[in-house]
């Protein structure tokens, strides 16, 4: 049975989500947690600055990312009753995926170490068809890496899974996430389509200007990136749904290059975020354009945390009210990057331009310091903008930055020769480019 576990007051919670959101200038958000059948959800600040409109428990955020725990859990019951193994080519099942390598399985994209380059951010439309049209795409986006050889995030591998949902399901995506998860579990506020979420409270999302002035973000949806980000739900929906995943998924399957980002890896449709104590922990982040939302589950002890914050940094409010609700349960939160001071990078191995779809990475040295922009190619270039960032040496190969949302943000460098081959940073490879 699981551990007894006395859920928060609910003064207390609401005490640690007001002051972390003052402290990082959050304008709104919703915390919860839940264990068995009990749940306490507390509420901060406005869902829209523009209006005043408080934040609710049934304010409607879009969940970014969570969304592919939608997508993994609906595809495990279909793969069951379709007695189809998670190691079954992709190629096989989907038609538009036939000319990917055989490598390509399942598994791989359930675990993002498929190889694909992993974000495209093209708009195929708001018709039926717009995951197969996005699906279509893919053979000819190119690789990132060889099929297992490197977890890196994979947006485009979870649009594939959701075509594989939509074969499997006969029917769209959104309407099979309904049919299997959406309505047997009652989440009553948690939908893919905008006209629906409309007709509640919707959180906006908001971000910080360049000159400090938090503002409403514009509101982005496309019906093709659903099954990678396009679910719009609520926290307390959030903490029903994550005690229904089924356990299958909590398989470890995969290892992350950097583990202090989200955890030391991935299971096969959400992420392992296990502490240093390494009692099983898992769960999913969020983010889209000035919005955060987070999924904790600790399936030893029954319990679930959800978080939705109406900011795009909104991840440094989540990280200090997780690790606090972790730490009452006497887990450890994801060890920060390693420290020697006894090491001293060569820049020589590290200066160069690294490149991914959507993103061109320059490493390079300045006043004798090493700096790393990234600058946004494609068409997330209209929503995004270049930032620069220093980077600060940790341990070998292991740099830190602080990025814009306050939080510290991991880079790995990759390669055993004299220079890096490539690097690694949220959880993403960019490949060397020649000189």
């Known amino acids: 049975m699981p551990a007894a576990v006395s859920l928060p007051e609910p003064r207390d919670l609401q005490a640690l989500l007001d002051d972390a959101c003052r402290r990082h200038r959050v304008p709104g958000a919703v915390l919860g947690m839940g264990h068995g059948d009990a749940t306490v959800v507390v509420v901060h600040g406005v869902g829209n600055l523009t209006t005043g409109e408080a934040m609710t428990e049934r304010s409607v955020a879009q969940v970014a990312s969570v969304s592919k725990l939608f997508t993994a859990a609906t595809l495990h019951g279909l793969l069951a009753e379709h007695s189809i193994d998670v190691d079954t080519p992709v190629s096989t099942l989907v038609p538009e995926l036939a000319a990917l390598a055989d490598g390509i399985t399942v598994r791989r994209l359930l675990d993002h170490t498929s190889g694909l380059q992993g974000d495209l951010w093209d708009d195929y439309g708001a018709n039926g068809d717009a995951v197969a049209r996005f699906t279509a795409a893919l053979p000819g986006i190119g690789s990132i890496s060889e099929p297992g050889e490197l977890l890196s995030y994979c947006n485009t591998g979870y649009v594939a899974l959701g075509r594989l949902v939509e074969v499997l399901g006969a029917s769209t995506f959104d309407r099979v996430v309904d049919r299997r998860i959406v309505g047997p579990l009652g989440l009553t506020h948690t939908t893919l389509r905008l006209t629906d979420a409309v007709r509640h409270r919707l959180a906006m999302g908001h971000d910080l200007g360049a000159d400090g002035t938090l503002r409403v973000s514009p509101f982005i ?83 679930v945390i959800a978080m939705t914050g109406a900011a795009g940094h909104a991840r440094a409010v989540w990280q200090e009210v997780s690790a606090e609700l972790l730490a009452g349960l006497g887990l450890q939160p994801v060890p920060q990057p390693p420290t020697d001071p006894t090491w001293v990078p060569d820049p020589a191995r590290y200066v160069g331009t690294y490149r991914r779809l959507s993103q061109d990475v320059s490493v390079e040295l300045r006043d004798g310091e090493l700096l790393m922009t990234s600058v946004p190619t494609g068409a997330i270039a209209a929503i995004s903008s270049p930032t620069t960032v220093r980077l600060h040496p940790r341990a070998a190969d292991v740099f830190v930055a602080r990025a814009g949302s306050g939080v510290d943000l991991p880079v790995v460098f990759l390669g055993d020769g004299e220079r890096s081959t490539s690097l690694h940073t949220g959880m993403r490879v960019a490949r060397r480019e020649p000189r």
């Open 221 to 303: 949806s496309m019906r093709c990136l659903g099954p990678t980000g396009g679910v719009l739900s609520t926290v307390p929906d959030l903490l029903r749904f994550a005690r229904a995943l089924p356990p299958v998924m909590f398989t470890r399957s995969s290892t992350n290059p950097e583990p202090w980002t989200a955890g030391p890896g991935w299971c096969l449709g959400i992420t392992d975020c296990t502490g240093a104590d390494g009692e099983l922990v898992v769960g999913h982040d969020g983010l889209w354009v000035g919005n955060g939302a987070y999924v904790r589950v600790v399936p030893g002890r029954d319990v």
